[in-house]
């Protein structure tokens, strides 16, 4: 932001009283409109849809199905389509505005870096779990990592595992948190995992 790059930390700050929008579902016998589609809807909405019906279907009416996205949520400032089908049911959906507790969260901006240079410099040092091009690797090692960061995968068949595989593994898990974490390698960043599978 405004060329410095900043961390961000987020923590829970208790719950507040907010009015907003909120998805209802009510069971019908048969529906008198457009019925709509999962299909249609982004991801939040579905996550709100899947909310409001859960909600109708147990009878938690004291379950707020909170809707988010503001004008690109297919639910405001009403519902796309007026009835939904779900497990064999239909529901009509409608929008509720009600003042409901949610879950208020406090954000921290810390500057840590003026330039790429200074953030690849914080990152090398804070957040990957091996530094590779800080290591004297060997070209059959530099080759291994070479390959996995190309085409996204290096593999070997057991047993046993070249030396070179074997060494890097080793660095990489002693560091690594449950075997999957960041790397630099010749000057790139790298999300690395390591598996072992075996045919029956």
């Avoid at 899947?50 to 004291?62: D, F, P, W």
């Avoid at 064999?88 to 959906?93: N, Q």
Wanted: hydrophobic fraction near 30%.
């Amino acid at each position: 932001m405004d060329g410095t790059y900043y961390e961000i930390s987020v923590t829970e700050n208790g719950r507040t009283p907010v009015k907003t929008p909120l998805l209802v579902a009510t069971p019908v016998e048969e529906p008198d409109g457009n019925v709509g589609d999962f299909g249609t809807l982004s991801d939040t909405d579905v996550e709100t849809l899947r909310c409001a019906l859960s909600t109708a279907r147990e009878g938690e009416k004291t379950r707020p199905c909170p809707i988010f996205g503001g004008e690109s949520s297919s639910f405001l400032p009403k519902p796309a389509f007026e009835f939904i089908e779900h497990g064999s049911r239909y529901y009509r959906l409608s929008v509720e505005t009600k003042e409901v507790p949610l879950e208020a969260y406090e954000y921290e901006f810390t500057a840590i870096a003026e330039t790429q240079t200074e953030f690849a410099e914080f990152a090398a040092r804070e957040l990957i779990a091996v530094d590779f091009d800080a290591m004297d690797l060997s070209e059959k090692q530099r080759k291994i990592l070479r390959t996995g960061t190309e085409t996204g995968v290096y593999e070997e068949s057991p047993p046993p595992y070249t030396d070179a595989l074997t060494e890097l593994v080793e660095v990489f898990e002693d560091s690594a948190d449950a075997h999957r974490d960041y790397i630099r390698f010749e000057g790139g960043y790298y999300l690395m995992w390591t598996m072992s599978v075996h045919d029956d």
